[in-house]
T-cell receptor, first 116, second 114 residues
Protein backbone atom coordinates (compact mmCIF):
# COMPACT_ATOMS: atom_id res chain seq x y z
CA UNK A 1 0.00 0.00 0.00
CA UNK A 2 1.40 3.40 -1.00
CA UNK A 3 2.34 5.67 1.86
CA UNK A 4 3.66 9.16 2.46
CA UNK A 5 7.26 8.97 3.64
CA UNK A 6 8.90 11.49 5.95
CA UNK A 7 12.38 11.76 7.37
CA UNK A 8 13.80 12.08 9.88
CA UNK A 9 11.19 10.79 12.32
CA UNK A 10 12.80 12.64 15.21
CA UNK A 11 15.11 15.65 15.27
CA UNK A 12 16.71 17.40 18.23
CA UNK A 13 18.50 20.64 17.60
CA UNK A 14 19.67 23.71 19.44
CA UNK A 15 18.09 27.07 18.90
CA UNK A 16 19.60 29.15 16.11
CA UNK A 17 20.58 26.02 14.18
CA UNK A 18 19.15 25.10 10.78
CA UNK A 19 16.94 22.04 10.32
CA UNK A 20 15.36 20.42 7.28
CA UNK A 21 12.59 17.89 6.87
CA UNK A 22 11.86 15.77 3.84
CA UNK A 23 8.59 14.41 2.48
CA UNK A 24 7.94 11.96 -0.35
CA UNK A 25 4.23 11.90 -1.25
CA UNK A 26 2.29 9.03 -2.72
CA UNK A 27 3.28 8.57 -6.34
CA UNK A 28 1.15 10.63 -8.69
CA UNK A 29 -0.25 12.93 -6.03
CA UNK A 30 -0.22 16.49 -7.30
CA UNK A 31 -1.07 18.23 -4.03
CA UNK A 32 1.28 18.26 -1.07
CA UNK A 33 0.65 19.82 2.34
CA UNK A 34 2.89 20.62 5.29
CA UNK A 35 1.12 20.94 8.64
CA UNK A 36 2.56 21.87 12.03
CA UNK A 37 1.10 20.32 15.16
CA UNK A 38 2.09 21.90 18.45
CA UNK A 39 1.73 19.59 21.45
CA UNK A 40 -1.86 19.54 22.66
CA UNK A 41 -3.23 21.24 19.56
CA UNK A 42 -4.60 20.26 16.18
CA UNK A 43 -2.48 20.46 13.03
CA UNK A 44 -2.31 23.80 11.23
CA UNK A 45 -1.46 24.22 7.57
CA UNK A 46 1.92 25.82 6.88
CA UNK A 47 2.12 25.47 3.12
CA UNK A 48 0.26 23.80 0.26
CA UNK A 49 1.73 22.90 -3.13
CA UNK A 50 -0.04 22.08 -6.35
CA UNK A 51 2.66 20.33 -8.39
CA UNK A 52 5.70 22.60 -7.90
CA UNK A 53 3.73 25.79 -7.21
CA UNK A 54 2.81 27.20 -3.81
CA UNK A 55 -0.94 27.79 -3.57
CA UNK A 56 -1.17 28.72 0.12
CA UNK A 57 1.63 29.80 2.43
CA UNK A 58 -0.30 32.37 4.40
CA UNK A 59 0.59 30.76 7.76
CA UNK A 60 4.25 30.07 6.95
CA UNK A 61 6.64 32.26 9.00
CA UNK A 62 8.59 33.34 5.98
CA UNK A 63 11.36 35.06 7.92
CA UNK A 64 12.64 31.68 9.07
CA UNK A 65 10.72 28.96 7.22
CA UNK A 66 11.05 27.95 3.59
CA UNK A 67 9.55 25.13 1.55
CA UNK A 68 10.21 23.83 -1.90
CA UNK A 69 8.97 21.14 -4.24
CA UNK A 70 11.28 21.64 -7.16
CA UNK A 71 10.18 18.85 -9.49
CA UNK A 72 6.66 18.58 -8.20
CA UNK A 73 7.39 15.34 -6.41
CA UNK A 74 9.18 15.32 -3.04
CA UNK A 75 9.41 18.36 -0.83
CA UNK A 76 11.71 19.91 1.76
CA UNK A 77 10.72 22.17 4.65
CA UNK A 78 13.53 24.18 6.22
CA UNK A 79 13.78 26.26 9.37
CA UNK A 80 16.67 28.66 9.84
CA UNK A 81 17.26 29.64 12.56
CA UNK A 82 15.22 27.33 14.77
CA UNK A 83 13.55 28.83 17.84
CA UNK A 84 12.26 27.17 21.00
CA UNK A 85 8.67 27.73 19.85
CA UNK A 86 9.27 25.65 16.74
CA UNK A 87 9.20 22.45 18.79
CA UNK A 88 6.31 20.52 17.27
CA UNK A 89 5.32 17.61 15.04
CA UNK A 90 5.63 18.44 11.34
CA UNK A 91 3.20 16.44 9.24
CA UNK A 92 3.24 16.00 5.50
CA UNK A 93 0.15 14.96 3.56
CA UNK A 94 -0.65 14.39 -0.09
CA UNK A 95 -3.73 14.06 -2.25
CA UNK A 96 -4.39 13.48 -5.91
CA UNK A 97 -5.68 17.05 -6.12
CA UNK A 98 -7.54 16.44 -9.34
CA UNK A 99 -10.94 17.69 -10.36
CA UNK A 100 -13.51 19.30 -8.14
CA UNK A 101 -14.60 16.30 -6.14
CA UNK A 102 -13.26 15.26 -2.77
CA UNK A 103 -9.64 14.11 -2.68
CA UNK A 104 -8.56 12.33 0.49
CA UNK A 105 -5.41 13.60 2.18
CA UNK A 106 -3.02 10.85 3.24
CA UNK A 107 -0.69 11.71 6.10
CA UNK A 108 2.86 10.63 6.72
CA UNK A 109 4.15 9.58 10.18
CA UNK A 110 5.52 13.06 10.90
CA UNK A 111 8.81 14.50 12.10
CA UNK A 112 8.94 15.41 15.76
CA UNK A 113 11.23 18.42 16.28
CA UNK A 114 12.62 19.37 19.65
CA UNK A 115 14.50 22.66 19.91
CA UNK A 116 16.71 23.02 23.00
CA UNK B 1 -13.57 31.26 7.00
CA UNK B 2 -13.88 27.85 8.60
CA UNK B 3 -13.33 26.66 12.14
CA UNK B 4 -13.96 23.66 14.33
CA UNK B 5 -14.64 23.44 18.05
CA UNK B 6 -14.24 20.17 19.88
CA UNK B 7 -16.02 20.15 23.22
CA UNK B 8 -13.89 18.44 25.84
CA UNK B 9 -10.15 18.10 25.53
CA UNK B 10 -10.27 14.84 27.46
CA UNK B 11 -12.98 12.18 27.56
CA UNK B 12 -12.80 9.07 29.69
CA UNK B 13 -15.15 6.09 29.34
CA UNK B 14 -15.25 2.51 30.57
CA UNK B 15 -14.57 -0.38 28.24
CA UNK B 16 -17.86 -1.39 26.62
CA UNK B 17 -19.49 2.00 27.21
CA UNK B 18 -20.73 4.46 24.61
CA UNK B 19 -18.16 6.83 23.15
CA UNK B 20 -19.37 10.33 22.25
CA UNK B 21 -16.92 12.97 21.01
CA UNK B 22 -18.42 16.34 20.18
CA UNK B 23 -17.58 18.58 17.24
CA UNK B 24 -19.19 21.81 16.08
CA UNK B 25 -18.11 23.60 12.94
CA UNK B 26 -18.37 26.99 11.36
CA UNK B 27 -18.19 27.41 7.61
CA UNK B 28 -19.25 30.07 5.15
CA UNK B 29 -19.57 27.44 2.41
CA UNK B 30 -21.02 23.93 2.41
CA UNK B 31 -18.42 21.89 4.24
CA UNK B 32 -16.71 18.59 4.02
CA UNK B 33 -16.24 17.19 7.54
CA UNK B 34 -13.81 14.61 8.84
CA UNK B 35 -12.74 12.71 11.92
CA UNK B 36 -9.13 11.60 12.23
CA UNK B 37 -7.45 9.46 14.87
CA UNK B 38 -3.83 9.85 16.01
CA UNK B 39 -1.86 7.36 18.08
CA UNK B 40 1.25 8.57 19.96
CA UNK B 41 4.04 9.78 17.70
CA UNK B 42 2.18 8.78 14.58
CA UNK B 43 0.45 10.57 11.73
CA UNK B 44 -3.26 10.97 11.26
CA UNK B 45 -5.58 8.21 10.09
CA UNK B 46 -8.95 9.00 8.53
CA UNK B 47 -11.83 7.49 10.50
CA UNK B 48 -14.70 8.80 8.41
CA UNK B 49 -15.81 11.68 6.22
CA UNK B 50 -18.93 13.60 5.24
CA UNK B 51 -18.86 14.84 1.65
CA UNK B 52 -22.51 15.82 1.08
CA UNK B 53 -23.93 12.34 0.58
CA UNK B 54 -25.66 10.53 3.45
CA UNK B 55 -25.78 12.53 6.68
CA UNK B 56 -25.09 9.44 8.80
CA UNK B 57 -21.58 8.35 8.00
CA UNK B 58 -20.04 5.03 9.01
CA UNK B 59 -16.29 4.70 9.34
CA UNK B 60 -13.64 2.25 10.37
CA UNK B 61 -13.40 0.46 13.72
CA UNK B 62 -17.15 0.76 14.40
CA UNK B 63 -17.25 4.57 14.54
CA UNK B 64 -19.97 6.68 13.00
CA UNK B 65 -20.93 10.35 12.86
CA UNK B 66 -24.03 12.31 11.92
CA UNK B 67 -23.95 15.61 10.04
CA UNK B 68 -26.59 17.97 11.47
CA UNK B 69 -26.70 21.19 9.51
CA UNK B 70 -29.25 22.85 11.80
CA UNK B 71 -26.94 22.29 14.79
CA UNK B 72 -23.67 22.74 12.83
CA UNK B 73 -22.50 19.54 14.47
CA UNK B 74 -20.67 16.39 13.48
CA UNK B 75 -20.38 14.32 16.65
CA UNK B 76 -18.48 11.01 16.63
CA UNK B 77 -19.95 7.94 18.33
CA UNK B 78 -19.16 4.29 18.95
CA UNK B 79 -21.62 2.04 20.76
CA UNK B 80 -19.06 0.03 22.71
CA UNK B 81 -15.56 1.28 23.56
CA UNK B 82 -12.55 -0.98 23.23
CA UNK B 83 -9.18 -0.53 24.90
CA UNK B 84 -7.60 -0.06 21.47
CA UNK B 85 -9.72 3.07 20.92
CA UNK B 86 -7.54 5.05 23.32
CA UNK B 87 -6.01 7.80 21.20
CA UNK B 88 -6.33 11.47 20.19
CA UNK B 89 -9.24 12.32 17.93
CA UNK B 90 -9.44 15.35 15.66
CA UNK B 91 -12.43 16.81 13.89
CA UNK B 92 -11.65 18.77 10.72
CA UNK B 93 -13.46 20.83 8.10
CA UNK B 94 -12.62 21.79 4.55
CA UNK B 95 -14.42 23.49 1.72
CA UNK B 96 -15.84 21.73 -1.31
CA UNK B 97 -13.40 21.02 -4.09
CA UNK B 98 -10.49 18.83 -4.95
CA UNK B 99 -7.51 20.34 -3.18
CA UNK B 100 -8.70 22.01 -0.02
CA UNK B 101 -6.74 22.46 3.18
CA UNK B 102 -8.05 20.90 6.39
CA UNK B 103 -8.85 23.09 9.39
CA UNK B 104 -8.60 21.03 12.57
CA UNK B 105 -10.07 21.28 16.01
CA UNK B 106 -7.92 21.17 19.14
CA UNK B 107 -8.40 17.44 19.59
CA UNK B 108 -9.98 15.21 22.21
CA UNK B 109 -7.94 12.64 24.08
CA UNK B 110 -9.98 9.48 24.65
CA UNK B 111 -9.07 7.29 27.60
CA UNK B 112 -10.62 3.85 28.07
CA UNK B 113 -10.89 2.50 31.61
CA UNK B 114 -10.82 -1.29 32.07
Amino acid sequence: EAEVAQSPRYKITEKSQAVAFWCDPISGHATLYWYRQILGQGPELLVQFQDESVVDDSQLPKDRFSAERLKGVDSTLKIQPAELGDSAMYLCASSSGQGNSYNEQFFGPGTRLTVL
Amino acid sequence: AQSVTQLGSHVSVSEGALVLLRCNYSSSVPPYLFWYVQYPNQGLQLLLKYTSAATLVKGINGFEAEFKKSETSFHLTKPSAHMSDAAEYFCAVSGFGGAQKLVFGQGTRLTINP
